[in-house]
């Protein structure tokens, strides 16, 4: 089956803890992309990466750091500097960055307290 | 003013109507729209896509691009149950990012 998939689907973290969430896709996709949704809002990008080894700063990077070490693979990570890390994460990918049909994995409610 | 705007709902329409979704944005020169339905405590699913002024069409989904007005809307027709989800419409701005609107909330009533 080709896909994007997240892990865990829910994720809770302490306080000035960091947590790393994990995106896989098959799709041979180019382009990967991170988003948050908070409740009644849009989705808004944190980061994204048009290729292996590249990435670029989202609206709301302040507080993420991602890697792009694989095609398959764009990991994002909550650092203690985000001050509200408490939403829905959701990690998407297109086929090239000029195909901007984006297709979402499942996500992961992470939870900070 | 936002980006991409669209009214919150809910919408409610009953099963079999025909379900309007509205949304508009600022961005002049943008070229790409996209309508994606989000269940409750999902993912966005990828419904629509739309580049060119007009309608598009897709089973029971419509899809309306107007430049001039900068609007794109979403028709639903014989509008069911297990379509009430939120509705999410995105526009590809400058520097080629998608750009959300919150969503509308539809509520199909059998």
């Known amino acids: 089956d080709g896909g994007i998939t997240q892990s865990p689907k829910y994720l809770f973290r302490k306080e000035g803890q960091n947590v790393t969430l994990s995106c896989e896709q098959n799709l041979n996709h180019d382009a990967m992309y991170w988003y948050r949704q908070d409740p009644g809002q849009g989705l808004r990008l944190i980061y994204y990466s048009q290729i292996v080894n590249d990435f670029q700063k989202g609206d709301i990077a302040e507080g993420y750091s991602v890697s792009r070490e694989k095609k398959e693979s764009f990991p994002l990570t909550v650092t203690s500097a985000q001050k509200n890390p408490t939403a829905f994460y959701l990690c998407a990918s297109s086929r090239d960055p000029g195909n901007y049909e984006q297709y979402f994995g499942p996500g992961t409610r992470l939870t900070v307290t | 003013q936002k980006e991409v705007e669209q009214n919150s709902g809910p919408l409610s329409v009953p099963e079999g109507a025909i379900a309007s979704l509205n949304c508009t944005y600022s961005d002049r020169v943008s070229q790409s729209f996209f309508w994606y339905r989000q269940y409750s405590g999902k993912s966005p699913e990828l419904i629509m896509s739309?580049?060119?002024?007009g309608d598009k069409e897709d089973g029971r989904f419509t899809a309306q691009l107007n430049k001039a007005s900068q609007y794109v809307s979403l028709l639903i027709r014989d509008s069911q149950p297990s379509d009430s989800a939120t509705y999410l419409c995105?526009?590809?701005?400058?520097?080629?990012?998608?750009?959300f609107g919150a969503g509308t909330i539809l509520r199909v009533k059998s």
């Open positions: 739309i580049y060119s002024n």
């Open positions: 995105a526009v590809i701005r400058y520097g080629n990012k998608l750009v």
